[in-house]
């Protein structure tokens, strides 16, 4: 099975001379579709530098970036916009729902700027609010919406079509705990369905959520989780019965 | 964690039998806290002879017996309720310790050391995260138990970050032997 997204000992340099900085040092990374994988890390350790590169809004300075199995060094910039708008699904902290258009004017209008008729992508709008279980709020603006609501729209419009990478930057950053739960579980949904996760925070519980877990730090990859053993031994042991 | 007020509470809403107390305590608990049979009668037979609990048959013995909460054990109930659980920290935290060892220990990396137990914690993390995302959406027991456990672990991972940032400033290779002067002598200046 092809990779959804493959970083190969990708490096990131800002500035020059004395002020020169390493975002990021060979960094190895690779998601599968299916999969959500979280990126830990500090302030300054790199992990959104990671996640601009892997989306392609901005190129490494050194190793290769993969999405679907192609090389975004080898494409044009208007193939790199196109895949990016085909392909990729971004998540920030602060939602970024256009306040005049419904939820799913919302989460249709990435099809729209592909080229897709209105009503074409409105169907498609409809069916990606459909499988995560927000049809209901379909017609609504963003005011009339909570701050969970709007994450979990913007989530909608981050897998629509054939988006089969979600790339998430602090998701549940505005939330309390449990509104912030809630847009884990969508993910984690959106992710069983066959869409690579790539999920960067500082928060453990957030990162928790994942089925893999990246360390990062001073823009190395330090550590990681692979898939941890299962719950059973959390259980205290059962006493006869 | 008391199975005298937990039984008490189960009490408060009606009488009920011995085993059936147990099964809704653990399936309130989210069946976190596994209780067995033995333990849920001898802590009634205490009820009882505290005066909390009374049953229909005083005399009587095994599962059939009933046991209902007595305006006392209500009253006991209420109290325990409201009164905070002692919230001190243990006196010796063996993480703490462990990193404040660490940091004069010749050949140890302190931030490697962090890694090591910050890893760890988030495994565990994960594997309670596990166990509420596969759980019913509406069993609040076993979210509110899973919960308590992830934040705790979570305080446990957020002071680590503090610890590795605070600790990033300190030279590299120095011992802490020499910082740890003038750190008491300012202490002794405040007093």
Same mark, same amino acid.
Request: hydrophobic share 55%.
């Given at each position: 099975m092809t990779a959804m997204l493959e970083l190969r000992q990708v490096s990131k340099v800002y500035g020059s001379g004395p002020t020169r900085v390493h975002a990021l040092w060979e960094v190895d990374l690779t998601v599968d579709g299916g999969e959500l994988v979280a990126v830990m890390g500090p302030s300054g350790s790199g992990k959104s530098t990671l996640l601009t590169i892997a989306g392609s809004l901005e190129e490494p300075s050194a190793g290769e970036v993969l999405v679907d199995g192609s090389a975004l060094a080898g494409m044009t910039r208007n193939q790199r916009a196109r895949l990016r708008r085909r392909l990729i699904g971004y998540v920030f902290q602060d939602f970024n729902l256009l306040a005049g258009l419904t939820a799913v004017e919302n989460v249709a209008l990435p099809l729209e700027l592909d080229g897709l008729g209105q009503h074409a992508a409105r169907a498609v709008g409809l069916a990606a609010l459909d499988e995560l279980g927000l049809a209901d709020q379909a017609g609504r603006f963003p005011d009339e919406l909570s701050g969970g609501e709007r994450q979990r729209i913007a989530i909608a419009r981050a897998v629509v079509g054939d988006r089969r990478l979600l790339l998430a930057d602090e998701p549940t950053g505005a939330l309390d705990s449990v509104n912030g739960e809630a847009v884990m579980r969508l993910l984690r949904a959106a992710c069983k369905r066959g869409? *690579? !996760? #790539?999920? #960067?925070?500082? @928060? &453990?519980? $957030? *990162?928790?959520? &994942? @089925?893999? #877990? =990246?360390? $990062?730090? @001073? !823009?190395? *990859? #330090? @550590?990681? =989780? *692979?898939?941890p053993p299962g719950p059973e031994s959390l259980l205290a042991p059962r006493p006869n019965r | 964690m008391s199975v005298r007020h937990a039984l008490l509470a189960l009490l408060s809403e009606g009488p009920k039998y011995g085993l059936q107390l147990r099964q809704e305590f653990e399936s309130r608990t989210g069946e976190v806290w596994p209780l067995n049979v033995g333990q849920v009668y001898t802590t009634l037979q205490r009820l009882e002879r505290d005066g909390l609990v009374e049953s229909d048959d005083p005399e009587g013995d095994g599962p059939q017996k009933g046991f209902r909460i007595t305006p006392a054990g209500g009253q006991e109930l209420a109290e325990w309720l409201h009164t905070p659980p002692g919230t001190l920290p243990p006196p010796r935290d063996e993480l703490v310790i462990k990193v404040l060892v660490a940091i004069s220990v010749p050949g140890v990396d302190v931030h490697e050391l962090i890694q090591v137990h910050r890893r760890h914690l988030v495994e565990l993390m994960q594997r309670y995260t596990y166990v509420k995302a596969e759980a019913a959406e509406h069993d609040v027991g076993l979210a509110l138990v899973v919960d308590a456990e992830l934040f705790r672990l979570e305080a446990v991972v957020r002071w680590l970050d503090a610890a590795d940032t605070r600790l990033t400033s300190l030279p590299a290779a120095s011992p802490v032997a020499a910082p740890a002067m003038p750190a008491r002598r300012r202490l002794e200046v405040r007093r």
């Open positions: 869409v *690579a !996760g #790539v999920v #960067v925070t500082h @928060d &453990a519980q $957030l *990162a928790s959520w &994942a @089925d893999r #877990v =990246i360390f $990062l730090r @001073d !823009g190395r *990859a #330090v @550590d990681q =989780i *692979a898939r | -």
